[in-house]
């Protein structure tokens, strides 16, 4: 669990963060959590955006994907959802 702190420090890291994965139509599937598995383990911090014509809340999405990845979720702004899960192997982000 993060705390207010650590999450300031990350959505301040992942401002400046292209989203990587998009949610569609199709809403959230298990192809898709196994994708965003692997790349958060890459990069630590992610985003994703929802896409207008997605059926789902945005919110729903966020817990959806978060659960489903094992991943804290970070922020919630308009259409972008902000992940994070420490990494094994390649840890590069330090929290305060």
Do not use: W
């Not at 949610?23 to 929802?50: Q, Y």
């Not at 978060?66 to 840890?91: C, F, H, M, P, R």
Request: charged letters at 25%; a positive charge.
């Amino acid at each position: 669990m993060l705390n207010n702190k650590q999450k300031k420090f990350l959505r301040s890291q992942a401002h400046h963060l292209n989203p990587i994965f998009q949610v569609g139509k199709g809403g959230v599937n298990d192809h898709l959590i196994t994708h965003i598995k692997e790349a958060i383990e890459v990069r630590e911090l992610m985003k994703v955006t929802v896409l207008n014509n997605c059926v789902e809340d945005k919110h729903e999405v966020a817990e959806a994907l978060a659960t489903g990845a094992s991943a804290e979720l970070v922020q919630v702004i308009g259409k972008v959802i902000v992940l994070y899960k420490e990494s094994k192997d390649n840890k590069t982000i330090v929290l305060p």
